[in-house]
């Protein structure tokens, strides 16, 4: 069985970088081929995808949010991590983690989502 777990810091000053780790359990992130996600869901707002990373090490992000984003992996950990720069309050938002067979699929697998609140 699969899961996703993310972990980092609930709170985050304006102008620093956000920092969260997906873990997977239960499945490797370098074997299959499949694509890792972040999205996020500020309040009373819907869904927002951030970007992901494919099993093959491909990126890909957000148009709107490409220049301080980045996606990366710790094979070595079976981890990927997202980092947002310069956040502000409008990035505060309950940011999760999931897994699609393919580009545009439905989530197959989904983290428990992390609260993360930008204020100083």
């Known amino acids: 069985q699969v899961q996703l777990q993310e972990s980092g810091p609930g709170l985050v000053k304006p102008s620093q970088t956000l920092s969260l780790t997906c873990t997977v359990f239960g499945g490797s992130i370098t074997t299959d081929y499949y694509y890792l996600n972040w999205i996020r869901q500020p309040p009373g707002k819907g869904l927002e995808w951030i970007g992901y990373?494919?099993?093959?090490?491909?990126?890909y992000y957000s148009p709107s949010l490409k220049s301080r984003t980045s996606i990366s992996r710790d094979t070595s950990k079976n981890q990927f991590t997202l980092q947002l720069s310069s956040v502000t309050p409008e990035d505060t938002a309950v940011y999760y983690c999931t897994r699609a067979p393919s580009i545009g699929a439905r989530y197959e697998y989904w983290g428990q989502g992390t609260q993360v609140t930008v204020s100083s």
């Open positions: 990373t494919s099993t093959g090490g491909n990126t």
